[in-house]
Structure formats: C-alpha cells, structure tokens
C-alpha cells in the first residue's frame, strides 16, 4: 500500500483536473480556477510523498505527466478558452489551445531529459496553468479598473498566451520550488516569502506577478 500512495494523489490530482474540464464547459469559471490550483497543491505533495517513503518508480513518472497534461494542459487550456469564448465572443478564443499543444511538447521534452532534476528547462507547465487560472478569478475580484480594463481584453490575452506557450518550450532554466531544495536555497526562501507578500497585496493578480517574477528572475539567473 506504500507504495502506492504518491500513485492515488496523482490519480487524485487527475480526477480533479477532469472536473475542472468539465466545469469550464458549464461555465463555472471560478469552479474550474480553484480546482486547477487544488491540482497545483497535490503535484507538489504527491512527488514529495513518493521521495520521502522511497517510492519513486519509473510508473510514476510516467502517471504524473499524464496527470499533469490533463490538470496543467488541457483543463486551463479549455478554462481560457471557454472564458474568452463567453466574456469576448472572439474567434481568438481558439489560441487558448496552444497551452496543451505546447504543454504536451513540454511534458515529452522533461521525459525524456535526465537532467531536470535540480532545475527545468522551459517554463513549468504547473506555473503556467496557475497563471491562467488566475485570469477569470482576476475578472471577478479585481476591484481596480485599470488592471481589468488593460488585462481582460482579448488582445491582451491572446498576446499573453502566446508568450506564455513560446516559454513553455523554450531552452531558459526555471528553478526548482521542491519542498526539499527550497529549505537548502536562502534565495528560494526569499522568493517564497516575497510570493507570500504579493498575494497578500493584490490577491489573485498577484499570481500574476509572481509568475512574471519567477520567469525573470530565472532568465537573469537571479535565483538557480
């Protein structure tokens, strides 16, 4: 049973992120929001759990990538694309899919290349789902107009979703925010702390921030 235990968080995080598709079609935009970032909590214990009890197999790997095509790709990729079919009705809507397309290329690339271990090549597929998960959250409890008049336009996002897709695969390193690296990296606390602060000033369009802060700071190798 052990062994399996990490397995059923994953299959876990799968199962919601099914719910999380099938609640953006029903056009509970918040629902399906939450239930991305629940899968985003359960990808960072599930790895950890399977390190701690010695029970990483090769299986498991596999299964979280899947889980994570599924949770990361797929469900914020349909989130989007529902919200700006709904909020905008644009044709631009359809350039949401690029987040599975290029999170399916991202997942096959950190597959098969031993070394993202310490650190990832391409922006994470995890960073990138909470990004746009933030988005329609943003749309209901963003109370500044300037944000909600300059982000929630079509345009906006579709240029964000771009850049966004083109990060995914592309060769800059990300560091690693593992549980037992970040305790042995000063830099990686501080950003911590820092991530903590942010969201406590601009709620959900802190996640934002955050993300846009942990790509620079990545690409200027501010934090490795």
Known sequence: MKKNIANLITLMSLFIGVISIIKSFNLQFELSAYLIFTCFLLDGIDGSIARFLKTSTDFGKQLDSFSDLVCFGLAPGLLIYNFMYIEFNSTSSYIALLIPVCSALRLSKYNTDTNQTTSFSGLTTPANAVFFGAIPLISIYEKNTFITQTLLQPSTISILLIIMSILLISKFNTFNLRIDIIALNQRKMYFIFL?????????????LIIIFLYILFSIFKIII
């Open 195 to 207: 991530s903590i602060m942010i969201l406590s000033i601009f709620n959900f369009t802190g996640l």
